[in-house]
C-alpha cells in the first residue's frame, strides 16, 4: 500500500458476523475466514455480538 512491510499477528472479529444467526451463515463466515479448513495465516478469535450469542456454529 505505502511501501510499508506489514505482519499481521491475528484478526479480532467483533460482532455480528450473520444476518440471522443461521447455521449456514456462521459456516459461510467460518469459510471466508479460513477458520473452517485452517486456512487462516493467523490466528482469528472472535467476540460474538447479540444475533451470535447462544448460537451453533457446527464447530
Known amino acids: 500500500m505505502l511501501g510499508f512491510a506489514i505482519s499481521i ?3 479480532l472479529v467483533t460482532g455480528d458476523i450473520a444476518d440471522h444467526g443461521t ?3 456462521y459456516e459461510e463466515a467460518a ?3 479460513g477458520l473452517r479448513d ?3 495465516p ?3 478469535p472472535t467476540c460474538p ?3 451470535s450469542r447462544g ?3 457446527g464447530s
Request: charged fraction near 20%; charge should be negative.
Open 9 to 11: 499477528n491475528g484478526l
Open 23 to 25: 447455521e449456514p451463515e
Open 31 to 33: 469459510r471466508l475466514l
Open 38 to 40: 485452517g486456512d487462516a
Open 42 to 44: 493467523f490466528p482469528v
Open 49 to 51: 455480538g447479540n444475533v
Open 55 to 57: 448460537a451453533t456454529t
